[in-house]
């Protein structure tokens, strides 16, 4: 029994050598250069190489301490996940504290948790894909076209399936997209259409509940065929693709330009680096996508999985290396002037978009506009040449009414957006001229009074009933 216990002891700890050795091999071939190398790469080298001697020692050991210090070896192991696991539990609760006070139903799963359930009940679920992470990600898609690849760019989601997209009220919202995987129900492509709406996440109706977007009030409301063509995190060259693509599949006589002065022209830094979108300002560029569902359903829908694959994988990642533990030391070991030099930045981004957006310009909102009249000029030719009405729906942000930025006319370039619009004869809707601007309250239209960027189903609302009223 002995002689089979040292066997197991021996084959324990050259697991633990080996285990070791894959990861200082690991963290020198891709994490550590000579270019990069800080003082808490070096710390973390030591540490791995300090846990490399150890279990070596305790191979080569004969020292009867050694046992003792395997058990406190484990013990500290145990204490530190001990503690990883409480902190991640801790750090969901401060992230969803404020609003389970608010609302004690609030659904705190992510997107993935919400996908990995569904799927156990019905295959045909995805979570939206957001069209923009193509270009964060430097995601290269093509299609067989003619037996030839085709790189194009994905524009909408996957079509006919029950999409999963975001929670801000407490809800997740989860619509059934259309046949070319956008937010409406597929009798629109039945009838003669009135309008389209071309827009971003605001367009699209994140985060209330089915039918409480923009296009399905007006639909409701005139009893009119209206399509919604939003997609989160769709900028203006996104759209004027959206618009090219799919406008010839059901030509209305509205086309509705919705704009949100909080991140469209900050879209463009990333979007104008795309050649292909940069090719839809050419009038003659076109990719004929709604004649290719099928195969940008497979391309996003091997992308979903690959997305998920990898947040499952962080996951197991963020737990196994301890970053909760590591997180807390680090904020721990920092001294409090450090961390408030850091967040008192002079800051010309809303909060919400500096992951999203690399720039160093004085000015951001001011560099894109020229770009920015470009694409209004091809919208109103587009409308021009399709006998088609063409408006500019002026939406705020609710960085406006939080506090992070004075509230003034100039304000995220707001009088050259609207000088712009004008100068090309959109017919303009202005939401924050015509009902925001003179509430005592705007936060309200937010959901838990401004904790969320997009509007809530009561902020929709109004702004469905000032489109309503100013279409001729």
Not at 219 to 247: H, S, T
Not at 287 to 307: M, P, W
Request: net charge positive; proline share 3%; glycine share 4%.
């Amino acid at each position: 029994m002995k002689k089979l216990v040292n066997i197991f002891t021996k084959i324990f700890t050259f697991f633990f050598i080996l285990l070791f050795i894959g990861l200082i091999l690991y963290f020198l071939k891709y994490k550590v250069s000579i270019n990069n190398l800080d003082f808490e790469k070096i710390f973390k080298l030591l540490f791995l190489f300090s846990n490399l001697f150890f279990w070596i020692w305790v191979l080569i050991s004969k020292k009867k301490s050694k046992k003792i210090l395997v058990i406190s070896y484990f013990s500290i192991i145990f204490s530190l996940y001990t503690a990883e696991y409480f902190l991640e539990k801790k750090y969901k609760f401060e992230k969803f504290e404020t609003l389970l006070k608010e609302n004690k139903n609030y659904d705190t799963r992510s997107k993935f948790d919400v996908y990995k359930q569904l799927k156990k009940k019905e295959n045909n679920v995805v979570p939206l894909y957001y069209p923009y992470n193509q270009l964060i990600k430097k995601r290269e898609v093509s299609i067989v076209v003619n037996n030839k690849p085709k790189n194009i760019v994905i524009l909408s989601g996957v079509s006919n399936s029950k999409t999963i997209v975001c929670n801000e009220s407490g809800e997740y919202l989860i619509y059934q997209s259309d046949k070319f995987g956008f937010n409406n129900p597929n009798v629109v492509w039945d009838f003669p259409v009135y309008a389209i709406l071309l827009g971003d996440s605001m367009t699209l109706g994140e985060c209330v509940k089915p039918n409480e977007d923009i296009s399905s009030i007006l639909r409701n409301n005139l009893k009119k065929n209206i399509i919604n063509f939003g997609m989160g995190g769709n900028g203006p060259l996104f759209q004027l693709a959206v618009l090219k693509e799919y406008y010839s599949t059901n030509k209305s006589k509205k086309i509705i330009w919705v704009y949100y002065e909080g991140n469209d022209l900050l879209d463009l830094f990333n979007e104008k680096e795309n050649k292909i979108l940069m090719n839809y300002l050419n009038p003659n560029f076109k990719k004929d996508l709604s004649n290719h569902q099928k195969e940008i359903d497979a391309q996003i829908k091997k992308i979903v999985q690959d997305e998920y694959n990898s947040y499952r994988n962080q996951k197991i990642r963020s737990f196994l290396f301890l970053w909760q533990v590591r997180s807390a030391l680090k904020n721990f070991i920092s001294s409090p002037s450090q961390i408030n030099i850091s967040s008192s930045s002079n800051k010309k981004l809303p909060s919400m978009y500096t992951k999203l957006i690399s720039t160093e310009s004085d000015n951001p909102y001011k560099e894109n506009l020229k770009l920015f009249e470009e694409i209004l000029k091809q919208v109103k030719n587009h409308s021009i040449n399709n006998n088609a009405e063409y408006y500019f729906v002026y939406l705020p942000s609710v960085a406006r009414f939080n506090g992070e930025f004075e509230d003034t006319e100039e304000l995220f370039s707001r009088n050259e957006v609207l000088k712009l619009a004008q100068k090309n004869q959109f017919n303009i809707i202005d939401t924050y001229e015509n009902f925001f601007k003179f509430e005592d309250n705007p936060l309200k239209y937010f959901p838990f009074n401004g904790k969320m960027r997009h509007f809530n189903s009561e902020g929709f609302r109004i702004i469905s009933g000032i489109i309503q009223e100013n279409l001729k």
